[in-house]
């Protein structure tokens, strides 16, 4: 039996079982399917979205408008400026006009408090398009992409390489613990998680999930199905280069680092955007910076672009799921 997740938001994984992340993956993988035929069922007729975005995108604004169109909904955007979070106008306040106006928000921000005060008040389905916290959208892509690759996702073996405190680590150690991945995050002992937190998820986590922390690849990596990277420096940490380069100069994604998966079918993954040997002008003016070589980028192996297209897909998916049998307002 379907489970009903209309007018539900979208803020943290935390707030999904792993039975309802299944069937938003179940539901993904139908839609991409029907897609690739030219099925166009427009489940989303007549509805209407909006998109806020105070931090810069690319793929989650595309993904969503994409998704949007797809299913025959009009998508709004708002910029930052036209929507003064507490200072034109109270975040409450705002929150009741467009839930009065609009059946859905991709809201894309910094602090996770501000989407919970939005989502609090707007009262319908609120989606995260990424806040410092948490980025759970991005995750149930690579969910999806891990299970395009090796069949299931329960007892997948992956390795983070990077910043372990972020909200995309963060967002992958929920996903391990509610889908039974078995994750390693590997990095530098001052940006690993809190043991607390680690701990946090694993209480009541589904059957297989594992998170492991450590500063060793030969630890962390053999063995492993998937290598994931991520930039070193996220939104908002630009004056912080020096000490991440400083940190993960050694935990550069390399043919060498992953090679010591001792498995010539390991995948690399990453969230995009990446910094690849000479891939843009800050590369090249800042090689030291680049979190991955551009032979293990471009490589055959490399489901970076694959997992950019599955955000649309699954963007879609949470959309319908929790819109297309909501009444209509």
């Known amino acids: 039996m379907p489970i009903d997740l209309a007018g539900r938001s979208l803020l943290t994984l935390r707030d999904f079982s792993e039975a309802e992340i299944a069937q938003l993956l179940d539901c993904a993988a139908q839609l991409k399917a029907e897609k690739r035929a030219g099925v166009f069922p427009q489940r ?20 969503f408008a994409v998704a949007a169109a797809d299913e025959g909904a009009h998508l709004e955007a708002l910029l930052p400026g036209d929507i003064r979070f507490g200072e034109k106008e109270s975040v409450r306040d705002i929150a009741r006009v467009l839930g009065r106006l609009f059946d859905g928000i991709a809201f894309r ?19 995260n ?24 996702i329960r007892g997948t073996r992956i390795a983070y390489v990077g910043d372990g405190r972020n909200n995309l680590a963060t967002s992958l150690m929920i996903g391990a613990a509610r889908m039974g991945l078995s994750l390693r995050i590997l990095a530098p002992p001052p940006l690993q998680p809190a043991p607390a937190l680690v701990a946090e998820l694993l209480r009541g986590a589904s059957q297989g999930a594992e998170i492991a922390v450590g500063s060793e690849p030969g630890a962390a990596l053999p063995g492993c199905d998937a290598v994931y990277g991520d930039v070193w420096v996220s939104m908002g940490e630009e004056h ?40 843009t002008e800050f590369a090249r003016q800042r090689p030291e910076v680049c979190e991955v070589a551009d032979e293990v980028f471009e490589h055959p192996q490399s489901r970076v672009f694959d997992q950019a297209e599955n955000r649309m897909h699954t963007a879609k998916a949470v959309m319908v799921q929790t819109l297309a049998s909501a009444r209509a307002r």
């Open 109 to 127: 921000c910094f602090g996770h408090e501000l989407l919970r005060e939005l989502a609090g008040n707007a009262g319908i389905p609120v989606w």
């Open 129 to 152: 398009a990424l806040c410092d916290s948490y980025h759970p959208t991005q995750v149930l892509a690579d969910l999806l992409t891990v299970r395009e690759n090796f069949g299931e």
């Open 44 to 63: 989303l007729a007549h509805r209407n979205i909006a998109l806020i975005f105070l931090k810069p995108s690319a793929r989650t604004r595309a993904a």
């Open 240 to 279: 912080l280069l020096d000490e991440r380069i400083a940190l993960l100069r050694d935990y550069k994604v390399t043919p060498e680092l992953m090679a010591q998966t001792g498995r010539a079918d390991s995948i690399y993954m990453h969230c995009m955007p990446a910094l690849h040997d000479l891939s």
